[in-house]
Structure formats: C-alpha cells, structure tokens
C-alpha cells in the first residue's frame, strides 16, 4: 500500500517542522535552564502524542503492522512536565517527589512498549482487549493528573505572586503573565481533551473524528514552544528568595513606622524613582538609604501597603495629576510614562486607587471642567433667584 500524505498529516507533520527546532533551541538556553530544558521535554512528549495520527492518516499502519502500540504517544507525562516547568521557573528546581510524579507516564509508556514487543498474531487480539479495558484507565488517569497538576500549578502561582508584590511593583515584567496564560492554555486543553475522551467513550467518534483533538494538540504545542521561547530568558526571581526576606531589628526607642513610611513615601514621589519601570525594593531601600527590611516594615506596618501596592498607587497618582492636568496623551502613554510596565497592570492598579477606570476617570475630568465653565444660571445645580413680586 502506497503511503499518502493527505491535509491531516500535512498539518500535523508542519506542526512538527515548527516544533522540533523550537524544543531544540529551548533545551540549548543558557537563562532558565532547568524549566526551558522541562517546556522541551514537555514539547517533544507532546509531539509523540499526535505522531501515531500523523503516521497513521499517512498510512504507516496500513503498510506496516507491526507498527500498532508504537510507544510514542505519553500523554499522562504532559501534566507532570506542567508541574515541573511551573516549579523550575519559580525556584530552578523540581518539586518534592518528583519523581512519583512520573510514575503513570511510565506505567503507560512500559504498557506500550510490552504491548509493541509482542509477536505479530497476538497484536490484533491484544489491541482488542487493551482499547476496551485499559485504554479508558490511561484516558481517566489523564483526566484526574491533569487536572490534580494544575490546581497545584495554580496554587504555587498565587503564593509566588503574593511573594513578588512584596519586592516588584509589576509582576508581568517577571513574567508571572506567561506563567499564569501558560496554566490557563493547559487548563483549556484539558477541559476539552478531557470532554472529547469521555464523549468517545459513550459515542465512539473513531479515528477521523478524534483527528481534530490531535489538530488542537498541536496548536497547542506550537503556542506553549513559541511563547515558552519569547519569555525563556524573562528574569524569574526564586520563590525560596522572595519568601525570606530578611527582618527588621530595632535596637533603641521604637520607630514611628507610619510617620516614616509617609516620609519615605513623599521622598519617593517627590524625586520621581516610581517612573523607573525596573525599580524594585532593594533599589528603592538604597535610594532612601536604608535597608529592604526597614523599607518593607515601614510600609507593611506603617502604611498597610505591600511594595507593588505602594509603588503602583504613586504612579497611579502620578496619571492622575496628568488627566486632572488635561493631559490629552492616552493613557497607555501616560501609563508607560509613570513607570507600568503592561496596560493590564496599570489598569489594575488605577481601580484600585480610584475605583474606577482610566477612562472612566478622563471622563468624569471632563464633564467636571465642563460643569464648571457653565454659566451660574445654566448649570443644573444652581438655584433660580426668586422673582420679585410686583
């Protein structure tokens, strides 16, 4: 039989073209070394994953039989590497038990790879009993490891970013961003791989029909290796750093920590360090001339701020005396001006100090201005004078 590579092989084996290279540049990177190395292993497995598709609309299975339980496809690896690069990112290291983590991947690979070893005639037979009895155990496991890993995922990124804001004003230039869209992909993938398996399983939808959950693998696969490359080298402080920042010790009379927060604060406005998108609490501390510890209490303590908060309200402030100004620039610029480093920051930051949105805020300036310029008789709150009796 002749091989054909029709447009669902082509798109899957151009999908691999792409991705091939990209896990081999990942692996090669000097920053991050240990998660980039972890996003192309997580690349190469998920490329196995839709390899047996590829090859078999190809007709490879047709040609040689003996290909049948290649063990390429490990799909029950893809949720553990998440785990892994989530981890790696955050501490260049894996998380505790780690390698327990493994174990269903390679349960379901030594199943494979027994099953592909066993002699032709009884290939057929077995491939009978294994996809109605252990195929549905792997696609559950998948199912519940998927969704056990990014809920874990999920947890590590919210004590990482509550552990950032006390060190950085903008956590989006540490790429926590990347972190949490690269969780949200998984979580998209996994709701819908996990509706496709158990519709198949009440509904067989066959071959040609499972076609389009590889196809969304794939486009999957190429979003993770090409953003996971663009932010490869984004600077990721450890989560252990961030966690033990040192403590203030007083020797003498206590400190007025909200009297010198305030100080501290108004030395910061006044010379303007909030604009420097890359200022963070070890700049900021030397500036002032004092210690991350001290700096850290003043505000915790003294203004009940953490650093992001208290940073990000003066540049927030710092837009405001512009709009208030009539500055007419957009906000974005004025926001990339005062030091944000992402309209999703600034905007979040803006709400919170004025509970309501830029543009919002703009145009409340403006109907104000205008409300004011109106003559005393023609503005809606002015009182009528009383019309003298004849």
């Given at each position: 039989m002749d091989l054909v590579f029709g447009w669902r092989s082509a798109m899957l084996l151009s999908a691999t073209v792409v991705l091939l290279p990209l896990a081999a540049a990942l692996a090669s990177s000097l920053r991050n070394r240990r998660a980039n190395r972890t996003l192309a292993l997580m690349i190469l497995v998920l490329v196995g994953v839709f390899t047996p598709w590829l090859i078999g609309f190809a007709g490879f299975y047709d040609r040689w039989r003996w290909l049948t339980f290649l063990p390429v496809a490990v799909p029950l690896l893809v949720p553990a590497l998440l785990r892994f690069y989530v981890h790696a990112l955050m501490g260049d290291t894996l998380p505790p038990r780690w390698r327990a983590m493994l174990v269903p991947g390679i349960v379901e690979f030594g199943f494979q790879a027994i099953s592909f070893?066993?002699?032709?005639?009884?290939?057929?037979?077995?491939?009978?009993?294994a996809f109605l009895v252990f195929t549905p155990i792997f696609s559950?496991?998948?199912?519940?490891?998927?969704?056990?890993?990014?809920?874990?995922?999920?947890?590590?990124?919210?004590?990482?970013?509550?552990?950032?804001?006390?060190?950085?004003?903008?956590?989006?230039?540490?790429?926590?961003?990347?972190?949490?869209?690269?969780?949200?992909?998984?979580?998209?993938?996994?709701?819908?791989?996990?509706?496709?398996?158990?519709?198949?399983?009440?509904?067989?939808?066959?071959?040609?029909?499972?076609?389009?959950?590889?196809?969304?693998?794939?486009?999957?696969?190429?979003?993770l290796a090409i953003e996971g490359w663009r932010h490869g080298g984004a600077p990721?402080?450890?989560?252990?750093?961030?966690?033990?920042?040192?403590?203030?010790?007083?020797?003498?009379?206590?400190?007025?920590?909200?009297?010198?927060?305030?100080?501290?604060?108004?030395?910061?406005?006044?010379?303007?360090?909030?604009?420097?998108?890359?200022?963070?609490?070890?700049?900021?501390?030397?500036?002032?001339?004092?210690?991350?510890?001290?700096?850290?209490?003043?505000?915790?303590?003294?203004?009940?701020?953490?650093?992001?908060?208290?940073?990000?309200?003066?540049?927030?402030?710092a837009v405001i005396a512009r709009l208030d100004a009539g500055d007419t620039r957009?906000?974005?610029?004025?926001?990339?001006?005062?030091?944000?480093?992402?309209?999703?920051?600034?905007?979040?930051?803006?709400?919170?100090?004025?509970?309501?949105?830029p543009s919002q805020y703009r145009t409340q300036v403006a109907e104000t201005k205008n409300h004011a310029a109106l003559p005393e008789m023609r503005r809606p709150d002015a009182v009528p004078p009383s019309i003298p009796s004849a």
């Open positions: 070893c066993l002699p032709m005639p009884w290939k057929d037979h077995w491939a009978d009993i559950l496991a998948l199912i519940g490891s998927f969704a056990m890993h990014i809920v874990a995922s999920l947890r590590l990124l919210r004590r990482y970013r509550r552990a950032l804001a006390h060190v950085v004003g903008d956590d989006a230039r540490f790429a926590a961003r990347w972190l949490s869209t690269a969780i949200a992909a998984f979580g998209l993938l996994w709701s819908i791989w996990a509706a496709v398996l158990i519709w198949d399983w009440f509904d067989p939808l066959g071959y040609t029909g499972l076609m389009w959950l590889y196809l969304m693998i794939a486009a999957a696969a190429l979003f990721f402080p450890e989560l252990s750093t961030l966690e033990r920042r040192p403590a203030a010790h007083d020797k003498g009379p206590a400190r007025d920590w909200a009297r010198q927060g305030a100080e501290w604060a108004e030395r910061t406005r006044a010379a303007g360090w909030a604009n420097d998108p890359d200022i963070d609490v070890a700049t900021l501390a030397r500036l002032l001339g004092t210690n991350t510890a001290y700096l850290s209490r003043a505000l915790n303590e003294g203004l009940g701020l953490n650093y992001a908060a208290f940073i990000n309200g003066l540049r927030s402030r957009d906000v974005l610029s004025l926001a990339l001006e005062v030091g944000f480093a992402s309209k999703a920051s600034f905007n979040r930051a803006f709400r919170a100090t004025t509970g309501m949105t």
